[in-house]
């Protein structure tokens, strides 16, 4: 079976652009994590969701992060606009047993200019 | 203020040495999980363990949770390169975090 997808894998983009990170969770589970790693903060989630809705978002920094399931195999999250402290990876996980036995995709490096 | 704090940071041994990482917290985990992360992947489960006092062993690790269960800890025996790695402790109830993590490269 495939793991977690996620795309890009390496993204560079200058300040203010908009960034869309796509993740495809393993088919099944329901829950979907999204997490954000840096030396500085180590690895941190931001929201997660269950059948598509999402549960905690209060680790999403501000307005300018947000995410979406619109069904069952893709969510993404966006920045806009985006900048330089945004600089970090970005894993998306899944689960069939809520916070617990998560599977981590690959990520996506995101450095903002 | 990191909830769970791993010690230590760094860690390089020999191939063959043993090995002691720990992860604490002031605050009580129903249970808690141990995930290994290898450069440019994403971490990888390694165990959860749920009942204070709890032992558990995959091959040369040994997992316990401390009888509080405010702590774990991850002893590797006879340490092989390939277990280098960044290992992450993690656990929550409606909120989820993860450790600061250890970082630790084995010599050949």
């Known amino acids: 079976d495939a793991g977690v997808i996620q795309s890009p894998r390496h993204e560079v983009t200058e300040m203010g652009q908009e960034v869309t990170l796509r993740c495809k969770p393993i088919?099944?589970?329901?829950?979907l994590f999204w997490y954000r790693q840096t030396m500085m903060r180590g690895l941190e989630l931001l929201i997660y969701?269950?059948?598509?809705?999402?549960?905690?978002d209060s680790g999403m920094p501000e307005d300018r992060f947000s995410a979406k399931m619109p069904n069952a195999s893709f969510s993404t999250l966006k920045i806009q606009p985006s900048e330089p402290r945004d600089s970090a990876v970005y894993f998306c996980?899944?689960?069939?047993?809520?916070?617990?036995?998560?599977?981590f995709g690959p990520g996506t490096r995101l450095t903002v200019t | 203020t990191q909830l769970l704090e791993q010690s230590p940071q760094f860690l390089s041994i020999q191939e063959g040495e043993n090995l002691t990482v720990y992860c604490n917290s002031s605050?009580?985990?129903?249970?808690l999980q141990w995930y290994r992360q290898e450069p440019g992947e994403g971490p990888v489960l390694l165990v959860t363990?749920?009942?204070?006092?709890e032992v558990k062993k995959l091959k040369r690790l040994t997992f316990q949770f401390g009888d509080a269960r405010k702590d774990s800890s991850l002893h590797i025996t006879a340490a092989q390169p390939g277990d280098t790695g960044l290992y992450l402790c993690a656990g929550g109830e409606s909120q989820f975090y993860f450790g600061t993590g250890t970082s630790l490269t084995v010599i050949p």
């Open positions: 996980a899944s689960s069939l047993a809520g916070l617990y036995e998560q599977y």
């Open positions: 605050s009580v985990f129903s249970s």
């Open positions: 969701f269950n059948n598509n809705v999402p549960i905690d």
């Open positions: 363990v749920v009942t204070g006092g």
């Open positions: 088919s099944g589970h329901d829950y």
